[in-house]
C-alpha cells in the first residue's frame, strides 16, 4: 500500500504543531518556532540546537534581552521573542500567593547554593510582602560591580514590586562578602531609596548558607 503525507518526523515544527499539538514539538523545535529566520550561515533549525548545546532551558529563560543579543545569530528581535516567551511563562505558573517569610526565602535562595555558575538572582514583592516572581539577572562569570542598575530595576517596575530581594552565589563556598559586593549592595540600596523602593536584603549563598549583606541575617538552606 502506497504511503501518502509527510510522517511526524520530516514535518516542519509548525506544521507538526498545526496537526499534533505544540506538545508534540521537541525543544528545539519549540525554539526554532520563536526563532523564526536563522541567521547567516546558519539556518533556523543549526542556530537552535545551537542554543540547547550552550545553554540549559533554565539557563536560557533566565538571560535578560542584553545577554540573548550576545549570543552569535541573536539579534534584538529574536532576543525580545524568547524573552517575551520565556516571561509569559513564568507569570503563568508565578506562585503570587507565598508570602515573604524566611521559609520562603529558604525554598528561592536553595538552589543558587546548588549552582556550580555564578548567578545573580532578583526576587521581588509588593507592599504586602506578597511574592511577585524572580529574574535570572546574569550567569556566567559574574563582575557584579558592573551589573547595570537598569537590569535590576527594569522587572522591578514591570511587575509593580515596592520591595526586592537580591542574591548572588559564591561557587568556592566561600560566604564573605567581597568588597565589589559590599559596594553593589549600598549603591542599590541607596538608588531603590530615590524610587521609593525597598532593598530588603541582600544575600552571599553558598551550598547550605544564605549571608546577608545589609543586615547580616544567615539563612540555613538545609
Not at 534584538?76 to 520565556?86: G, I, N, S
Not at 557584579?144 to 542598575?149: S, V
Amino acid at each position: 500500500m502506497r504511503r501518502t503525507g509527510k510522517s511526524r518526523r520530516e514535518l516542519l515544527p509548525r506544521e507538526k504543531a498545526l496537526k499534533f499539538g505544540v506538545s508534540s514539538l521537541s525543544d528545539d523545535e519549540l525554539l526554532a518556532i520563536l526563532l523564526s529566520v536563522g541567521s547567516q550561515g546558519m539556518d533556523v533549525f543549526t542556530l537552535a540546537r545551537s542554543l540547547l548545546r550552550d545553554f540549559s532551558l533554565k539557563d536560557l529563560s533566565g538571560l535578560p534581552i542584553k545577554a540573548l543579543m550576545r549570543i552569535k545569530g541573536i539579534g534584538e528581535a529574536k532576543a525580545v521573542r524568547l524573552a517575551a516567551a520565556f516571561e509569559l511563562g513564568r507569570r503563568l505558573y508565578a506562585p503570587h500567593d507565598e508570602i515573604l517569610t524566611t521559609e520562603h526565602l529558604r525554598s528561592v535562595l536553595a538552589p543558587l547554593g546548588r549552582s556550580r555558575r555564578e548567578t545573580l538572582l532578583l526576587a521581588m514583592y509588593d507592599s504586602a510582602g506578597r511574592f511577585l516572581g524572580t529574574e535570572i539577572v546574569a550567569v556566567g562569570r559574574l563582575n557584579i560591580i558592573h551589573i547595570h542598575p537598569r537590569e535590576i530595576f527594569e522587572p522591578i517596575f514591570r511587575s509593580g514590586a515596592t520591595g526586592f530581594v537580591i542574591a548572588h552565589n559564591h561557587p568556592d563556598g566561600d560566604p564573605t562578602p567581597s568588597p565589589e559586593d559590599a559596594e553593589f549592595t549600598e549603591k542599590m540600596d541607596a538608588l531603590a531609596g530615590e524610587l521609593g523602593i525597598t532593598l530588603i536584603e541582600s544575600f552571599i549563598v553558598v551550598r547550605d548558607r544564605a549571608v546577608g549583606i545589609l543586615g547580616g541575617t544567615t539563612l540555613n538552606l538545609r
